[in-house]
């Protein structure tokens, strides 16, 4: 399968922004920013600039009211910079008017300045939406199925020299497909993943997390997406190999089929 995005004419390249600053660390500060009335915007990259470490608790449209991801992320794992965007598989479409809502915690160990940013297009055709599809490679026709952006996220403290397992459960309001695989840590740790639903495992043993997760930067693409059903359980098996204790995030990153 590939991802089919319609454009047009009416289409023109726009990149959105969204500053916020802390005073401490662990501050909380929600970003927020109102899509232009006039046109859809299609979000197609994710970059930041910041003054040491942070994290996305939120990110919501809320015209749709639905969330763009599961759970906290680090904001190495899904957000670029300017020379290493993070380029989505999936596009998402938010449509005009709609608030844009981040909510953004500092993990550095002083104030942050943290600049989150968005590109893509602005479709200003109000008659006729954007449409982004899926198309069979084999046949060449468009597939009717409703595709967006979205990121599963998954957290955890591993105590030193531990082994633990986790699960990951997809929503029920559609399948999921994975394109990438992204992680972050304080060590070193190795994991291990499969699912419920084809009873397969992802990879034979335990694997370096270094080998197999990128961040947005250096993306982890899997050379041939996954699709997984509603309510499908992913699970992790995470070994701790630093010997002391270590914040762990495991995103998977792709797009909910509807």
Not at 42 to 54: H, K, V, W
Not at 192 to 218: C, F, H, M, R, V
Not at 240 to 246: C, G, I, Q, R, T
């Amino acid at each position: 399968m590939k991802i089919s995005t319609s454009l047009s004419l009416y289409d023109a390249p726009v990149t959105f922004s969204i500053p916020v600053a802390y005073g401490l660390t662990g501050d909380t500060v929600i970003g927020e920013l109102i899509t232009p009335a006039d046109s859809y915007f299609i979000m197609q990259s994710l970059q930041s600039a910041s003054t040491g470490q942070f994290e996305v608790q939120r990110f919501n449209d809320s015209l749709t009211g639905l969330d763009l991801i599961s759970d906290t992320v680090r904001g190495s794992t899904l957000f670029g910079n300017g020379q290493r965007p993070n380029v989505l598989k999936q596009p998402y479409v938010f449509g005009p008017n709609t608030l844009i809502r981040f909510t953004i915690r500092n993990r550095h160990t002083a104030a942050n300045t943290v600049t989150v940013v968005m590109s893509g297009f602005r479709h200003y055709d109000l008659a006729n939406p954007p449409v982004v599809g899926m198309i069979d490679t084999a046949t060449g026709q468009k597939l009717n199925r409703r595709m967006q952006f979205f990121a599963y996220s998954f957290n955890t403290l591993l105590l030193a020299g531990n082994n633990r397992d986790f699960t990951i459960q997809i929503l029920q309001d559609s399948r999921f497909i994975v394109h990438k695989l992204s992680g972050y840590s304080d060590g070193l740790f190795s994991l291990k993943a499969g699912d419920n639903t084809s009873k397969q495992e992802w990879s034979s043993t335990l694997i370096p997390s270094s080998a197999i997760l990128g961040n947005a930067e250096y993306n982890r693409r899997v050379i041939q997406p996954k699709l997984l059903n509603a309510n499908t359980l992913v699970n992790l098996s995470l070994r701790e190999d630093s010997l002391a204790n270590n914040n762990v995030n495991v995103v998977l990153e792709g797009c909910k089929v509807f």
